[in-house]
């Protein structure tokens, strides 16, 4: 007697595993697996830490969208306007919203911290929207936010100070940012269109890729990782441009050094993290941006020692080395203090969600001193005397490209 066998219909057929992000199926169904629970607006700062929110639509044919946070005690407390934030979340160019509850507290901590206001980008997805629509809504965003005419919205008008414009992004928000500030410095050299004035970049854990292996993502480097194993970021690219004809060499994924050093912005921030398959990008990329041209003044590379990638997000941003990074972007942002203690922050992260409170007590453990670090290349150097603590920061003033190579060894001391 014959064994019955019971065939999967189409809906049940995964063709594309892009775990943990989503699945799509051959009946063309996409299951997208990260949590995106929506967290409303509310013009109460008493509800946010300070800091009331409004949700606006940017673009109406596309239907991109944004969230404003507005600083309320930075607002009435100086004459100053504020500095203005363009964010983009992560996840991948696939999943994540500017009204999750991850990107609601990273963009109000932000905005609380820095006193800033902050434009988080709801921008369209793949693979229904293949790249590059993440990065015309992220250019649209841009522009809307900077534009000087009436029909920017009122906070933009009363509170922005578009001359202190910043870019920040989480991973693929990383890149995103690399994008606009590469068509924001086309446009410098054209005549007759608004210039966008960009005065200082943040890419925390920056999406970037690759044909070729750098020695941190060669087998028996990436042990235990199954997001971003270097299997699933050779897929990931593709995947999300709908089949891009240069594969993992697209410019877009695998930025060439002179685009890098080409930027013109007046001061850039990367940040890594020591366990993350994608740090060696990130320090190429900081490495590059100093190296190569005049334009930057300053570029900082802060590395977190003992991370992953995206640990200063969701329920992980309460740990003393999630919130050590963030003193460093919202300082950078703030350009001295930040307008909020890091003891304040973090009782005010513990108060939003008590299932923070784990990583309170992770305090000292997660402060360890780095010993030795290496570069992309692999060559090993000894940290600066006096260096501790969860993250190593290195400040470059480069003001001049004389010296490349000089430049990469110095960025290298604060490689893993």
């Not at 992000?21 to 949590?35: M, S």
């Not at 929506?38 to 991109?64: K, L, M, N, Q």
């Not at 800033?116 to 522009?143: F, K, M, T």
């Not at 203690?341 to 009782?347: K, L, R």
Request: charged share 25%; hydrophobic share 40%; glycine share 8%.
């Amino acid at each position: 007697m014959a064994m019955r066998v019971d065939k999967k219909n189409d809906s049940e057929i995964v063709t594309d595993d892009m775990y943990p992000f989503l699945r799509r199926y051959k009946d063309g169904r996409i299951q997208r697996l990260v949590p995106n629970t929506f967290v409303p607006p509310s013009e109460d700062p008493g509800a946010c830490g300070g800091v009331a929110t409004r949700d606006v639509v940017i673009d109406h044919a596309t239907g991109v969208s944004a969230r404003l946070f507005l600083s309320v005690s930075a607002a009435a407390a100086t004459e100053r306007r504020l500095p203005l934030v363009v964010y983009f979340h992560g996840s991948a160019f696939i999943a994540g919203s500017a009204f999750s509850e991850a990107s609601h507290r990273q963009a109000t901590t932000i905005s609380a911290r820095a006193g800033a206001l902050v434009v988080s980008v709801d921008y369209r997805l793949a693979p229904e929207h293949p790249i590059p629509a993440a990065y015309d809504d992220g250019w649209a965003a841009l522009r809307w936010a900077t534009s000087s005419s009436s029909s920017s919205h009122p906070w933009l008008a009363s509170y922005a100070d578009r001359r202190r414009t910043f870019l920040v992004g989480d991973s693929a928000g990383a890149n995103i940012v690399h994008r606009l500030a590469v068509r924001a410095t086309a446009r410098q050299d054209c005549v007759d269109v608004d210039m966008i004035d960009i005065e200082g970049i943040v890419l925390l854990q920056p999406f970037f890729w690759g044909p070729e292996r750098l020695p941190c993502e060669r087998p028996g480097r990436h042990e235990g990782r199954r997001v971003f194993a270097p299997e699933r970021m050779d897929k990931l690219w593709p995947f999300v441009t709908g089949g891009a004809v240069a594969g993992n060499d697209d410019p877009r994924l695998n930025p060439p050094a002179e685009e890098v050093a080409s930027l013109r912005c007046r001061r850039a921030l990367v940040a890594v993290a020591s366990r993350d398959v994608l740090r060696g990008r990130g320090r190429r990329y900081a490495a590059w941006l100093c190296g190569g041209g005049a334009w930057c003044r300053e570029v900082a590379l802060v590395e977190s020692e003992g991370e992953d990638h995206a640990f200063h997000l969701g329920r992980t941003a309460a740990r003393a080395s999630a919130v050590v990074l963030m003193d460093r972007v919202v300082t950078f942002i703030h350009g001295s203090e930040p307008l909020v203690s890091t003891d304040e922050a973090q009782t005010k992260l513990l108060d939003e969600d008590p299932m923070m409170q784990q990583g309170t007590n992770k305090i000292r453990r997660d402060s360890s001193v780095v010993d030795e670090r290496a570069n992309p290349l692999g060559e090993k150097f000894r940290p600066e005397p006096g260096r501790a603590g969860s993250s190593s920061t290195n400040n470059l003033a480069c003001t001049a490209p004389s010296a490349p190579a000089a430049v990469e060894r110095t960025v290298a001391k604060s490689c893993l």
